[in-house]
């Protein structure tokens, strides 16, 4: 987060978006997935004028099909879209973007920073990130204590025997780990420390779920299994060694991506850092391996790519592609990686189009997806503009854009 204050003209553009709103919606129920109305008749992907900023043309089609009230409830998929939305607002700091998210939190913070949430499932932690957000550009004290809600839940929160948060408490989650819940929860956390002066506990919190996480999901191969239940009771574990079938490419794309926002954060000596570098190499090396040469694009289930039923999708493609460009650009993987994700780019791209309204639309992607078996995953619907695909396509635009090939050209350029 850059330390901008730009409240007088973020104010003004909220004042308007405030009106929109209605009463404090309900949570969306774990899993849950949030899809526009069957988008417009479009014209060729890609298409557009030269130097199309599809960051911004995708912002500005959603909040234009959707006002903070009607976006959707307390859930991670908005919350993640919301994140994307912010770091556009980063770089062109136009004050509507940052006035439509505080309205949509808005919706879920009271005065004091009550907020009607449990937080008993890490899914429902991800839109925290944005408390801690507004926090930083408002300096409102309310939106730190509803931000420190999550951070006190953590502290009652069930673990599994070497330390690993539960996906969520409820019965039929109890003693498993899904590699989702890696981006559910940590990035929220490592920037809460650093927002509120609680880096000690942050960092060492953060380093350990994702060491813990990766020590029981990651493969020989690089990739990680979409989970692990430690009872052995789900019907989807291995009865040896608690994990799920397959490599799910969503589940593998969250825990690259929080890997990255903790590795950004920690210190150069935290002491857990170089196992974390470790799993981040082998992942990295994984993501190459299993990425397909014709689309530059992954596959929805991660290794079986070469099934005639198996399709490249477009949010876990985002994600790894800025989990290797940023990992690249860090030094936390080898440099040849930057190419990788430079194919990973323009295979995204190719799945964005301009309706005949003008409005962005991305296409197949997978909805909210629960862990199962090889049928049950490539069966998923393959949404157009879905917010797992929404944001994961900013996070990925916001870190590649300028970058050879793209037709996204910097400010200024």
Known sequence: MNGLRALTAALAACAALVALNGPPAAAVPEKASVTVPAPVPVSAPGVAAAGTDWSVAMTDSTMARFTPSQIGGWSYPVGLYLYGQYLVYQRTHNPKDLAYIKSWVDRFVDSKGGIGQSFNNLDSMLAGRLLVIM???TGQAKYGTAATKIRNR????PRTSDGGFWHSTSDSRAHQLWADGTFMVNPFLVE??????DTAYADDETTKQLVVYGTHLQQPNGLLKHAYDESRTASWANPSTGLAPEYWCRAVGWYGMAAIDVLD???????????????LRNLAAGIEH????????WFQVAD???????????????MFTFTLSRAAEQGYIDPHYAAVAQRGYQGVLAKVALGTDGRTNLSDISIGTNVGTYAYYIGRTRATNDFHGLGAFLIMNEQLRGTTGSSSPKAGE
Do not use: M, V
């Open 154 to 157: 953590l502290a009652t929160y």
């Open 265 to 279: 954060n920690i210190p150069a000596n935290q002491p857990r850092r170089d196992r974390l570098l470790a799993i």
């Open 304 to 318: 079986k790519g070469t099934h005639s039923d198996d399709w490249t999708e477009t949010s876990c493609s985002s």
């Open 135 to 137: 926090h930083h550009e």
């Open 290 to 297: 299993y990425q397909d040469p014709a689309t530059g694009r």
């Open 192 to 197: 809460y420390g650093r927002e509120f002066n």
